[in-house]
C-alpha cells in the first residue's frame, strides 16, 4: 500500500504491458502509410475534388486509425486492468 498526497491508501496494481500499445501505435502508422494512396485513389475513382481527396488522406484516414487504436487500447486497459 502506498499513501498518496491526499492521505488516501491505494495499493499498487498490476504492471500494464506497454508494449501492446506501442505495438498498436507502430501498426497504425504502417496502416497510414500502406493505405493512404489507396484512400487516394478510391476517391479520385468517384470524381470527388483535389481538396476533398486530400482531407480524406491525409485528416481523415489517421483520425479514424488513432481513434480505433485508442478504442482497441482501452479494451486492453480494460481488460487488463483488476
Known sequence: M?????GRN???GR???MWL???LLVSVIATLYFFHSDI???FQSQGSPQWLT???E???LPMALL???EIISRLIQSIHSD
Open 54 to 56: 486530400l482531407i480524406a
Open 21 to 23: 500499445e506501442r505495438i
Open 2 to 6: 502506498s499513501v498518496t498526497l491526499a
Open 67 to 69: 481513434m480505433l487504436s
Open 40 to 42: 487516394a485513389s478510391y
Open 10 to 12: 491505494e495499493k499498487q
Open 15 to 17: 504492471h500494464f504491458p
Open 58 to 60: 491525409w485528416c481523415l
